[in-house]
């Protein structure tokens, strides 16, 4: 079965620092993985894709992750935050065999302070 | 281009009544999905349909229904609503089904 684990229910910084939200994954095949967000009373964004290729994947807002086969990571980053960036943020996961279903974290909430 | 729209917003329900929530997308999409979202647990998929009169069970699929008789609307149905179906409803859809998926801005449901 495939899961995905976000371990930090929330993430506080400081606009200017750098921020880092993790997401750990299982599956028994190669995953697609994805990282959404989600701003108060709104829908999911999306953010980025790793599907192949290039371990280091750019996205949306300044965002990058980081795909890490060996310690099945996927940590979303951005080198500057900024106080807009606070919002809930979701890794998800898919299998590329069992396409229909994607998996999500629980979230983390990410305060980027003034 | 309107993307993925979800009506109502705001639902408020008595236990045992019934309601639909729809969802439209104009971007030509296959598949089409249903999650709910409650705290502390992510989405979970209720159902889905990779196509224009197919539908499918997700992860929560029970005391839910759905339909998709035109491709660019994808209904779901609570025949008789409990509490534990308050919830916020996301629709989300794809062109294919290893795509990125689109999602709707929500509809939040109550039911008392």
């Known amino acids: 079965a495939q899961s995905v684990a976000q371990p930090e229910d929330q993430v506080n910084v400081a606009e200017g620092n750098p921020l880092t939200v993790k997401c750990t994954y299982s599956?028994?095949?190669?995953?697609?993985l994805f990282w959404y967000v989600q701003y108060p009373n709104r829908g999911l964004q999306f953010l980025l894709k790793?599907?192949?290729?290039?371990?280091l994947v750019k996205g949306s807002y300044g965002f990058e992750a980081e795909f890490n086969k060996s310690q099945t990571s996927f940590h979303l980053k951005k080198p500057s935050a900024l106080v807009s960036d606070s919002a809930l943020y979701f890794c998800?996961?898919?299998?590329?065999?069992?396409?229909?279903?994607?998996?999500f974290g629980a979230g983390t909430t990410v305060t980027v302070r003034a | 281009n309107a993307g993925v729209t979800q009506t109502p917003k705001f639902r408020v329900l008595k236990t045992g009544q019934s309601m639909t929530l729809l969802c439209a997308q104009d971007m030509n999409h296959e598949y089409m999905y249903w999650y709910r979202q409650d705290p502390g647990m992510g989405l979970r998929l209720i159902h889905y349909s990779v196509g224009e009169g197919t539908t499918a069970k997700g992860e929560v699929p029970d005391g839910y229904n759905v339909s998709r008789l035109k491709k660019q609307n994808f209904l779901l149905g609570l025949e008789s609503a409990a509490p534990s179906q308050t919830s916020v409803y996301f629709c989300?859809?794809?062109?294919?089904?290893?795509?990125?998926?689109?999602f709707g801005p929500g509809t939040r449901l109550t039911v008392l």
């Open positions: 599956v028994s095949g190669n995953p697609y």
């Open positions: 790793y599907i192949t290729g290039d371990n």
């Open positions: 998800a996961v898919r299998v590329r065999s069992n396409d229909y279903k994607l998996s």
């Open positions: 989300a859809s794809s062109y294919v089904s290893a795509d990125t998926q689109y």
